[in-house]
């Protein structure tokens, strides 16, 4: 076996590692080989320096792992699990690209079922410091879907990509960047990962506005191969939080979803994000798996990890 950048004609021996993984610890894939195609084709990822394959003798791939601007990713054939130096090698490959694209904590994203990828941060010194919840609410029809008021002068409208990208970016900007999982991102790539993203369906999605000011957003991605809409961004500006603006965007989004014919509506939230948790859960979304983010300080690592 031998470790080497991955390249474009990896997608596919990457994308059945990353579905087999998936299946084993969370039942189902949670990766489409468009939405790999996408991540690697970023202007601001860098396939060559930023993705790693464990290559067989046969050619074969027996894991993958990637260093991105939110932390590292180790993904490991079940097959391969009870080879702990391979473990080790790649969480020592993602901490050095980490280092390298100045990371101040060194970051891992572990599914909760997965026991050996848990085992393997704790060899490397890594803490469980929060949680990320796929969340899920089945949308039988349209008309079961409660309404919520907007705001006293707030309309809503369809986002277009050319007027609105920049008010988008700075409230997302704003919103999130006190949660500790946010990291911020260009306009460039905002407008890549979030609006012309292959599966981004605007037609699902709405913008706020007051005044003639852009307040708040929804984003939605369509997932048809699971029938589901995702929500990809929920953001509304501080100084028009707590109006109830966030619960009618996301009971509207619902109404569009069941609309178009999509039998469920998901979105991710982390557990650092109570008012949102408690949002989602107010309005009838349950959990259906979950993530775990470990870290470590990279300034008091001295790379010798493994």
Same mark, same amino acid.
């Given at each position: 076996?031998?470790?080497?950048?991955?390249?474009?004609?990896?997608?596919? @021996?990457?994308?059945?590692?990353?579905?087999?993984?998936?299946?084993?610890?969370?039942? *189902?894939?949670?990766?489409?080989?468009?939405?790999?195609?996408?991540?690697?084709?970023?202007? %601001?990822?860098?396939?060559?320096?930023?993705?790693?394959?464990?290559?067989?003798?046969?050619?074969?791939?027996?894991?993958?792992?990637?260093?991105?601007?939110?932390?590292?990713?180790?993904?490991? @054939?079940?097959?391969?699990?009870?080879?702990?130096?391979?473990?080790?090698?790649?969480?020592?490959?993602?901490?050095?690209? %980490?280092?390298?694209?100045?990371?101040?904590?060194?970051?891992?994203?572990?599914?909760?079922?997965?026991?050996?990828? *848990?085992?393997?941060?704790?060899?490397?010194?890594?803490?469980?410091?929060?949680?990320?919840?796929?969340?899920?609410?089945?949308?039988?029809?349209?008309?079961?879907?409660?309404?919520?008021?907007?705001?006293?002068?707030?309309?809503?409208?369809?986002?277009?990509? %050319? *007027?609105?990208? /920049?008010?988008?970016?700075?409230?997302?900007?704003?919103?999130?960047?006190?949660?500790?999982?946010?990291?911020?991102?260009?306009? /460039?790539?905002?407008? %890549?990962?979030?609006? *012309?993203?292959?599966?981004?369906?605007? /037609?699902?999605?709405?913008?706020?506005?007051?005044?003639?000011?852009?307040?708040?957003?929804?984003?939605?991605?369509?997932?048809?191969?699971?029938?589901?809409?995702?929500?990809?961004?929920?953001?509304?500006?501080?100084?028009?939080?707590?109006?109830?603006?966030?619960?009618?965007?996301?009971?509207?989004?619902?109404?569009?979803? @069941?609309?178009?014919?999509?039998?469920? @509506?998901?979105? /991710?939230?982390?557990?650092?994000?109570?008012?949102?948790?408690?949002?989602?859960?107010?309005?009838?979304?349950?959990?259906?798996?979950?993530?775990?983010?470990?870290?470590?300080?990279?300034?008091?690592?001295?790379?010798?990890?493994?």
């Amino acid at each position: 076996m031998r470790l080497r950048p991955a390249t474009p004609d990896d997608l596919s @021996a990457v994308f059945s590692v990353m579905a087999a993984r998936d299946r084993a610890d969370l039942g *189902r894939p949670d990766v489409t080989p468009q939405e790999l195609s996408h991540r690697w084709n970023a202007s %601001e990822f860098g396939l060559a320096e930023n993705a790693l394959v464990a290559e067989l003798r046969d050619g074969g791939v027996a894991a993958y792992a990637e260093a991105n601007r939110h932390g590292g990713l180790i993904v490991v @054939a079940p097959a391969h699990d009870a080879d702990e130096h391979l473990g080790m090698a790649l969480l020592s490959w993602t901490e050095q690209r %980490e280092r390298a694209l100045a990371h101040e904590r060194f970051h891992q994203l572990i599914a909760a079922g997965n026991e050996r990828g *848990r085992k393997l941060a704790e060899r490397g010194g890594y803490a469980l410091t929060r949680h990320l919840w796929r969340m899920v609410r089945p949308l039988d029809s349209s008309q079961d879907i409660p309404s919520a008021p907007l705001p006293p002068g707030v309309t809503t409208r369809l986002p277009a990509i %050319e *007027r609105d990208a /920049t008010a988008l970016h700075a409230i997302d900007e704003i919103s999130f960047s006190a949660d500790p999982d946010y990291v911020g991102i260009s306009l /460039t790539g905002f407008i %890549e990962q979030h609006l *012309r993203a292959h599966d981004a369906d605007l /037609t699902l999605s709405s913008v706020a506005e007051r005044d003639g000011q852009l307040i708040g957003f929804l984003l939605c991605r369509r997932r048809d191969e699971e029938r589901a809409g995702f929500i990809d961004l929920l953001a509304v500006h501080p100084a028009h939080q707590r109006h109830g603006l966030g619960r009618a965007l996301l009971l509207a989004a619902f109404t569009r979803i @069941a609309a178009a014919g999509l039998g469920e @509506a998901q979105l /991710t939230v982390s557990s650092a994000n109570a008012r949102g948790l408690a949002l989602y859960e107010s309005v009838g979304m349950t959990v259906r798996f979950q993530h775990d983010i470990w870290e470590r300080d990279a300034a008091n690592s001295d790379n010798t990890t493994g």
